[in-house]
């Protein structure tokens, strides 16, 4: 993480990506709070509106009313648009706009647009925002291809497409809204647990949207040569496949195995293996239900919504690479090793410091936001665990209480929701833009730990 470029007297790159997204938030909630954003054409509560807004624009997917039998075909396009620009990023919309119009980038905007997708550096930046919207487009529209005969054929050709188009977007971009309450409120995918061609084309959309746009580009230059790689890049492909596989398997083997599944043939409980594994790190789809596994399978589903997808991808979360450097650096410690490393290569005392920071914040939000919902809404702590997870890594599963949760409860959830997608470090540097660093040293002492 870099340190915090000043753009003007006033505002910081970090502070320019918080009031990005609070200014796409409150824009969303006033659209959706319009009559004609709802079916019934009666307006929806400022905190519905608030709540549905917040979690579309940080690709949660989250909500308090049923998305197909509530809003509109106005109110969809609102969710659709604000999950787009969540997806992408605020900051990186703001940029192809004004590609697209013709104006020059200037330094500042491709300083803002660094922080906002991670870029190592700002050389190439308006070019690799480019590359990321034409592949952004063809990703999305490959992946409502792929769909549109299944939905085509149950719903047909017009509302199929549609269809195909949102669930695409939203699966690419991890937001996790679907479209299918039309057959049971919150459903999600549940219909199509054992259909081959959906489950596999929103895994891919997934994965794809989740391991970070560095990462795309790294595999577009040297194609599948794993050696040429950045090792940011070796390190997010190497922990993602072990977060999709391993979780795959104990789902498999564990849960799925159990008596209560046992109407599942055994390409139904592989494809609900895999798919929940893969979900589980901030997509929000699920194709089973989940209040039906056992409570050491929905802790292992809190772990990775915890950790979530990778570092400037469209997921939300820790992110795979804080993960791997906080057990790199316990690793080294063990191994009695001065530095943490991955593939031959040091990593910074500052990555290992902003790892540990970014751990500490996100268990303490985590558990303090559990606890006080537990409190106020009387329900079991596991299950709020379970919410707020989702909320903080922007997952958008739920075990079914988020449409009956008090106001107090739902505050809390949009705070998460927000904190989740922006990234802790980002609303850290942005309250701390003008603190002074402190280069001064206190002297030592030792002190005894574990």
Not at 243 to 258: H, K, N
Not at 372 to 394: H, K, R, W, Y
Not at 409 to 418: K, N, P, T
Not at 432 to 449: H, Q
Request: charged share 15%; aromatic share 10%; with cysteine.
């Amino acid at each position: 993480m870099k340190t915090p470029t000043i753009i003007n007297k006033r505002m910081t790159t970090f502070q320019i990506i918080i009031y990005g997204f609070l200014g796409v938030i409150a824009a969303g909630t006033l659209l959706l709070l319009l009559p004609f954003a709802t079916q019934s054409g009666h307006s929806v509560s400022v905190l519905e509106a608030l709540f549905t807004a917040t979690s579309a624009t940080c690709v949660t997917g989250l909500v308090v009313l049923d998305t197909a039998t509530t809003w509109s075909v106005f109110g969809k396009i609102v969710i659709l648009i604000l999950i787009q620009i969540g997806g992408m990023g605020v900051v990186t919309i703001a940029v192809a706009a004004a590609l697209v119009s013709g104006r020059k980038i200037g330094l500042m905007q491709r300083s803002t647009l660094a922080e906002a997708i991670a870029a190592p550096n700002v050389g190439g930046i308006v070019r690799l925002t480019g590359f990321i919207i034409r592949t952004t487009l063809v990703i999305e529209i490959f992946g409502a291809i792929l769909m549109a005969p299944v939905f085509c054929k149950e719903f047909g050709f017009v509302k199929g497409v549609c269809y195909a188009v949102f669930h695409s977007v939203s699966a690419f971009c991890n937001a996790g809204f679907d479209l299918m309450g039309e057959r049971e409120a919150f459903s999600s995918m549940t219909s199509y647990t054992g259909n081959w061609l959906i489950n596999i084309t929103l895994i891919l959309l997934i994965i794809i949207g989740g391991i970070g746009f560095l990462t795309w580009e790294d595999i577009k230059s040297h194609k599948f040569d794993f050696k040429k790689y950045r090792m940011q890049t070796k390190v997010v492909l190497t922990v993602s496949a072990i977060l999709v596989i391993v979780p795959a398997i104990y789902f498999y083997f564990c849960e799925l195995g159990d008596a209560h599944w046992k109407e599942l043939d055994n390409g139904e409980r592989f494809l609900g293996s895999l798919f929940q594994s893969v979900t589980m790190r901030t997509a929000g789809f699920n194709t089973l239900d989940l209040s039906a596994f056992s409570e050491a399978g929905q802790l292992i589903m809190i772990l990775l919504m915890l950790i979530g997808g990778s570092p400037g991808s469209t997921a939300g979360g820790m992110k795979t690479t804080t993960v791997a450097v906080m057990l790199a650096s316990a690793l080294a410690v063990f191994r009695r090793r001065e530095d943490a490393n991955f593939f031959g290569r040091r990593i910074g005392s500052d990555a290992v410091k902003y790892a540990s920071t970014i751990f500490v914040m996100y268990l303490v939000l985590f558990i303090t936001g559990a606890l006080v919902i537990s409190s106020v809404e009387n329900i079991p702590m596991l299950t709020c665990l379970f919410e707020c997870a989702s909320a903080i890594g922007t997952v958008g599963l739920s075990l079914g209480i988020t449409p009956n949760l008090g106001t107090v409860s739902r505050l809390i959830i949009i705070v998460l929701m927000f904190f989740g997608r922006v990234g802790g470090l980002t609303i850290v540097f942005a309250a701390l833009s003008g603190a002074k660093k402190n280069t001064s040293r206190l002297p030592e002492e030792k002190i005894t730990v574990g």
